[in-house]
């Protein structure tokens, strides 16, 4: 295996806080709609205070977050025998799920971890379980370096930010919508963060694809529930 240490050259672009209000982007004039250049920039903002807030979080309390979101999320999942299973390797402060990630290889899943192959187009999930030999992928995230391609069942999706309809604001890239755009068939989706990472909205676009429900330290929150 490769050091786990997190990659350092990963981050969003410069924030424009000073141009985003508390309350969103402003609207268009004469209209409810925000624009999409105000969005995109309060977007930026609010993933570079989102990220800060986050790594000022002690370790200890972070792994505490993440040892009970790991738990909801077995709960929330159910049975695994059979089951694949797409989480993340985690740096900036994400919870870490790689004790998660063992505990479902020892119930029968299997799992892997998603792999950008190329900018501006979908992932790849590639099996990997503890132990397999890894290597530096784009951004310098670790990937597995022998694992087979597998359409998973579940993904597994750290979040920036949430908003209660379980719209997640990631790192701008655009990866996960566009992944779950290209699948032949839909897995389930399961978003991961803390309870600092709720917002009133991430103000949704057109591409952007809700998840199935988004866990914390503290709840589950259900987009089916969220639309009743």
Known sequence: MIADDPPSNYASPPCFMHEAGDDGPAEAAGGAIPLRTDVKR???????????????????????????????LE?????????????????????????????????????????VVEKAAPLVFRTWRSGDRLERGIWNIPVPA????????????????????CYRLGYGGGFFDRTLAALPRKPRVFGVGYEQAAIRTIHPQPHDIPMDAVITEGAVYSAAEASS
């Open 42 to 72: 309060w977007r930026k903002a609010e993933r570079e205070r989102l990220i800060a807030e986050r790594m000022a979080v002690p370790n200890a309390v972070r792994s505490g977050h993440g040892s009970r979101i790991a738990a909801a």
């Open 75 to 115: 709960a929330a999942i159910g049975g695994v025998s059979g089951v694949t299973i797409s989480a993340y390797w985690p740096f900036r402060g994400e919870p870490d799920l790689r004790p998660f990630m063992e505990r479902m290889t020892s119930l029968g899943a299997r799992c892997a971890l998603p792999v």
């Open 146 to 165: 022998d694992g087979a391609d597998v359409l998973p069942d579940i993904v597994i999706a750290p979040v920036v930010g949430f908003d209660p309809s």
